[in-house]
């Protein structure tokens, strides 16, 4: 009965979401079937877009015109705000002030971190302001403001001014589209774009079909950025306020402790993986006068827009490895990175900048002194009302084949590419296999699972399998209270951290399919559960005033406790299962 009730629920959503505003960029689109071809009627995207085919003919695949598919922003004629320069030359700082003034206003952001940064400003400044992101929303009463990350920005609602940081994120492979998306469609009279100037001729292209007025305002660095000229040669001059930036988990812990060893610092650590809760901490750890972490070892999760209170940078490395091999850092990712040192209005009014290695020296020297390459192309990616209507053509519901045709017959203008969709194709072809419908499939492939880390491809897998039987997906199937312990190697760090990440996708999937998914909030207990873990264990794995290496205490309970290895069996269940 309880499943029946579950799946009429279900039944009653796919209703509801036939137009859900977080999704879709336009209102729902109809489709008829006359005499075997179709036609689609009525909608005013594609009764635009038939002005662009003489034929008469729809070509779904035709991606030309993207500013065609935000019907409300083009009923406006938008005032829009370059505000472009280098790092720290408070080009958000003064797109926030338009903001704080404004009656009503929307803060898009490419992490959490900023995003949360933003709300905090305006909340503080007596602007309510709510804060949204994919897994989070903390609403305040009467809000006309809200700080997103850039993927749930909202098209459908009207604001008086709009913020998008960091556009030069339009260029970036696989979020690309949704910075084009915030671009093209925030429905605003004012929007204020900050970022790198190598973006500002493309920007002035795609706006210009559009009829918003474009005004340019370059800045200067608030701040001076020196360069050294010599390496940090040996550990022992590390002081407070330095931040040692590397790219892998392994590397953080072994400079942590390295640096730790030598009795003079505590570090602060804050790298992709690890839990934003966890990294809001350990970055508001380091950046408090008072508390004893006084140096940041970071990986490029610091590298956009922060705020922190480092007065040098130092690379370890000027190679990253980027899922496939190792590549040098490119140009405007090293300004990036260097750009946290010496923030204005920071402790360290004078930021430096070296590295480990004196083979690297002229490589960063040369790249701060270089402008960041043009960006010449905007991601862009279809809607789900294209992609519906592509699947409807061609009578199939599997997503792997038709996201892959289409992508193959794509038609863009020069000033757009394509998103990278490797990941969102391994999920769909996942996704396929079970009885779901193409709403569905979509929804599994756009959230935020992490298809290169195997727990969170099971957590994946098993929310989806249990989604399609069942109708509900109850957390407590996976999770039973138990007797996890703060980490105790890097392994069992790895793993929690992945833990959490399956955590986050149930939330993240609480959050659009809320029936299906009801335990939101026994899941987010338990991701703090495992922030507190991990940070337990970031604590423990630091230098002791007594130099004593606490990993061999007895491990501290916590009030409710967690079963990782309950997860493990599962996981290996369904493994079992699936050879
Ligand atoms: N006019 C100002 N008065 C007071 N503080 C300011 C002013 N302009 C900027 N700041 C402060 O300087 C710091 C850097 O400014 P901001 O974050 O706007 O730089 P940015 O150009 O956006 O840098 P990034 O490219 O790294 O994002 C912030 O802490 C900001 O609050
Ligand atoms: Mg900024």
């Given at each position: 009965m309880a499943v029946a009730a579950a799946l009429l629920r279900r039944?009653?959503?796919?209703?509801?979401?036939?137009?859900?505003?977080?999704?879709?960029?336009?209102?729902?689109?109809?489709?008829?079937?006359?005499?075997?071809?179709?036609?689609?009627?009525?909608?005013?995207?594609?009764?635009?877009?038939?002005?662009?085919?003489?034929?008469?003919?729809?070509?779904?695949?035709?991606?030309?015109?993207?500013?065609?598919?935000?019907?409300?922003?083009?009923?406006?004629?938008?005032?829009?705000?370059?505000?472009?320069?280098?790092?720290?030359?408070?080009?958000?700082?003064?797109?926030?002030?338009?903001?704080?003034?404004?009656?009503?206003?929307?803060?898009?952001?490419?992490?959490?971190?900023?995003?949360?940064?933003?709300?905090?400003?305006?909340n503080k400044a007596n602007v309510p302001?709510?804060?949204?992101?994919?897994?989070?929303?903390?609403?305040?009463?009467?809000?006309?403001?809200?700080?997103?990350?850039?993927?749930?920005?909202?098209?459908?609602?009207?604001?008086?001014?709009?913020?998008?940081?960091?556009?030069?994120?339009?260029?970036?492979?696989?979020?690309?589209?949704?910075?084009?998306?915030?671009?093209?469609?925030?429905?605003?009279?004012?929007?204020?774009?900050?970022?790198d100037p190598a973006v500002v001729p493309l920007i002035q292209r795609i706006l210009e079909p559009t009829g918003d007025v474009v005004t340019v305002q370059y800045y200067e660095r608030l701040s001076p950025l020196v360069p050294l000229k010599t390496t940090l040669g040996s550990f022992s001059n590390i002081k407070a306020g330095d931040c040692v930036v590397t790219f892998s988990r392994r590397s953080i812990y072994m400079l942590k402790r390295r640096i730790e060893m030598g009795g003079k610092h505590l570090c602060s650590v804050v790298y992709g993986s690890l839990p934003p809760e966890t990294r809001t901490k350990q970055a508001t750890m380091f950046n408090d006068q008072d508390s004893n972490l006084n140096v940041l070892v970071a990986s490029d999760a610091i590298g956009m827009g922060l705020n922190l209170n480092i007065s040098r940078i130092i690379f370890s490395t000027l190679e990253k490895f980027d899922g496939i091999c190792n590549r040098e850092l490119t140009v405007a990712e090293i300004k990036q990175i260097a750009g946290r040192a010496g923030r204005y209005g920071s402790k360290f009014p004078v930021g430096e900048v070296t590295c480990l290695n004196s083979d690297h020296l002229p490589l960063l020297h040369s790249a701060l002194k270089s402008p960041s390459p043009i960006i010449e192309r905007a991601g862009l990616f279809p809607t789900f009302d294209v992609l519906s209507l592509y699947s409807r053509l061609h009578g199939t519901d599997f997503f792997q084949p038709i996201l892959e045709?289409?992508?193959?017959?794509?038609?863009?203008?020069?000033?757009?590419?394509?998103?990278?969709?490797?990941?969102?194709?391994?999920?769909?072809?996942i996704v396929d296999e079970l009885p779901l419908g193409l709403y569905d499939k979509y929804l599994f492939c756009l959230s935020p699972v992490d298809i290169r880390d195997d727990i969170s491809t099971k957590g994946l897998i098993q929310f989806?399998?249990?989604?399609?039987?069942?109708?509900?997906?109850?957390?407590?199937?996976?999770?039973?209270?138990?007797?996890?312990?703060?980490?105790?190697?890097?392994?069992?760090?790895?793993?929690?951290?992945?833990?959490?990440?399956?955590?986050?996708?149930?939330?993240?999937?609480?959050?659009?399919?809320?029936?299906?998914?009801?335990?939101?909030?026994?899941?987010?207990?338990?991701?703090?559960?495992?922030?507190?873990?991990?940070?337990?264990?970031?604590?423990?794995?630091?230098?002791q005033q007594n130099g004593r290496k606490d990993f061999l205490q007895k491990p501290k309970r916590l009030h409710q406790e967690y079963d990782a290895s309950q997860l493990r069996k599962y996981f290996q269940e369904i493994d079992v299962r699936s050879k």
């Open positions: 039944r009653a959503l796919y209703s509801a979401l036939a137009s859900p505003s977080w999704l879709h960029d336009t209102s729902s689109c109809y489709i008829c079937s006359i005499s075997g071809t179709h036609s689609l009627v009525n909608h005013p995207n594609l009764r635009l877009q038939r002005g662009y085919h003489n034929s008469g003919k729809f070509d779904l695949t035709d991606l030309t015109h993207p500013h065609i598919w935000y019907p409300n922003a083009r009923e406006k004629k938008r005032n829009v705000f370059l505000h472009v320069g280098p790092t720290n030359s408070g080009k958000t700082h003064n797109a926030l002030k338009r903001l704080e003034a404004s009656t009503s206003g929307v803060y898009c952001g490419p992490l959490r971190l900023l995003a949360r940064e933003v709300a905090q400003r305006l302001c709510n804060l949204i992101t994919g897994q989070e929303r903390e609403e305040i009463e009467g809000a006309k403001h809200s700080s997103v990350t850039v993927e749930m920005a909202d098209m459908t609602t009207e604001y008086q001014c709009a913020v998008i940081d960091e556009i030069q994120m339009v260029g970036c492979r696989s979020r690309g589209f949704s910075f084009t998306r915030a671009l093209l469609g925030l429905c605003s009279d004012e929007l204020h774009v900050c970022g045709r289409f992508l193959d017959k794509a038609k863009l203008s020069p000033d757009y590419f394509i998103a990278d969709c490797e990941d969102m194709l391994k999920v769909a072809a989806a399998e249990n989604y399609a039987k069942k109708g509900i997906v109850r957390l407590k199937e996976i999770f039973t209270p138990g007797t996890l312990q703060v980490p105790k190697s890097h392994n069992q760090l790895k793993e929690l951290e992945s833990i959490h990440k399956v955590l986050e996708l149930y939330v993240w999937l609480s959050f659009r399919l809320e029936d299906s998914y009801p335990d939101r909030e026994l899941a987010a207990s338990q991701k703090s559960i495992c922030s507190m873990l991990i940070e337990e264990y970031l604590e423990r794995s630091g230098w």
